[in-house]
């Protein structure tokens, strides 16, 4: 078991500009919602009472040179991370891998917000310091993943849907209280499985109800959108699959009433199946993706936070790279999990000797993306772990 004394702390920041004047403990009372006068009249939501501090959350994530550490893998998920260096899948166990990720001294330069999973919100690291406080220390954002999972869904060609709507205000408003800043909804669609538009509709009606309750209760929604990486399909098959995904997210983000200004984009890259014969350049994903972007995203939202979807460590910095070699309407970065967590866990194995070589891993993997967010990584000295393709078929959550 990791020893508590070899996690190092992270260094005590002033308080941040997102969090000053705000009160964690208690969200505010109620949220005015908007009352349509005529049923011809145009529908426009007043501004909650939150507008202000959505906008200005989702800013601050959304800065320069920085991203989002995911790290809200379901405690059956990262059973299966740990089982892989041959750590039993316990609370003390996750406890001791996470204290690890959040107390890596200047995390905060590179990563701008962390989403965290329900256990970890409500979890002190192993010197008994709240985690959500010690992500404040160093400037970062606290997040929350409020989705309950994917289950099949019924009528499809062998698909799935999000769950979780049911109780989403209540733990939302309970998350607000424990410090959580933003969410996170995932959904997926596969390419193999068609998509069907009954799986494309459900995705995009689930993201925008998840968004609308997570705005009225103080929390920035991440709205993901994920297209799998599973099939042999080309880079333009897609494209077009992703076009249509995104049209629908976006017209019912519209019909919920939901403020771009307060959300965070988390799509997948645009690339080719990852069995696919034709592999893409780094440019030429750049190119696809900022193409779709720019048909399919409003100026408004703030940022676009790629997910690394099982591509590589390298693989995903070198085409965050690619798209920001000019400028962008949007603040174009990373919200990686296993691109930034790989290399992090092999190199730990459970051993508390290991946690400083650790840590200095994952602050290389974050600085090299926050170059990407920049446009100025080159890729020199990764080395060939770094290197290696993460893709696991039908991943989920």
């Known amino acids: ?41 145009l529908s426009v939501r007043a501004s909650s009472s939150y507008a ?4 200005k959350t989702a800013k601050t994530v959304a800065s320069p040179e920085r991203g989002i550490l995911a790290m809200d893998e379901s405690n059956a998920t990262c059973g299966k991370r740990l089982a892989s260096i041959g750590l039993e899948n316990t609370e003390a166990s996750r406890q001791a891998y996470r204290t690890l990720l959040v107390t ?35 400037n970062i954002v606290p997040g929350i993943k409020v989705d309950k999972g994917l289950v099949p869904l019924a009528g499809s060609n062998n698909e799935s849907w999000c769950q979780g709507l049911d109780g989403l205000a209540s733990r939302s408003a309970s998350y607000y209280q424990q410090g959580a800043r933003f969410a996170k909804w995932r959904t997926v669609i596969s390419i193999p499985n068609g998509p069907s538009e009954l799986a494309v509709k459900e995705a995009a009606w689930g993201l925008a109800r998840y968004a609308a309750i997570s705005q009225d209760n103080g929390l920035v929604p991440i709205v993901e959108p994920e297209i799998l990486l599973d099939g042999d399909h080309g880079i333009d098959r897609t494209f077009e699959v992703a076009k249509k995904v995104w049209a629908g997210v976006f017209f019912y983000l519209s019909q919920n009433n939901v403020l771009f200004e307060g ?20 440019e030429q994903v750049a190119d696809y993706t900022l193409r779709l972007l720019h048909q399919r995203i ?37 919200s990686y999990a296993r691109a930034l967590q790989n290399t992090c866990l092999k190199k730990w194995g459970g051993r508390p000797e290991n946690v400083k070589e650790v ?39």
Do not use: C
């Open 1 to 41: 078991m990791p020893s508590a004394s070899l996690l190092k702390s992270a260094p005590v920041l002033g308080k941040p500009e997102w969090l000053k004047g705000q009160a964690l403990p208690q969200p505010p009372a109620s949220v005015v919602r908007y009352n349509p006068v005529a049923s011809s009249a």
């Open 52 to 55: 202000d501090e959505l906008v």
């Open 104 to 138: 890596v001294p200047g995390l905060g330069q590179y990563i701008s917000g962390a989403i965290l999973f329900e256990e970890t919100l409500y979890q002190s690291t192993t010197d008994g310091r709240k985690i959500v406080d010690v992500l404040v220390e160093q």
């Open 263 to 282: 959300i965070l984009l988390k799509p997948s890259m645009v690339t080719p199946g990852a069995e696919a014969k034709d592999r893409a350049t780094p």
């Open 298 to 334: 409003p100026p408004a939202v703030p940022g676009i936070m790629f997910l690394s979807g099982g591509l590589s460590e390298v693989e995903a910095t070198l085409n965050l790279n690619a798209m920001n070699q000019a400028p962008n309407p949007w603040h174009v970065s990373f």
């Open 359 to 397: 840590q200095e891993a994952l602050l290389v993997r974050a600085k090299a993306n926050s170059l990407a967010q920049l446009g100025k990584y080159t890729g020199e000295g990764e080395s060939e772990e770094s290197k290696q393709g993460m893709f696991v078929k039908g991943y989920v959550y």
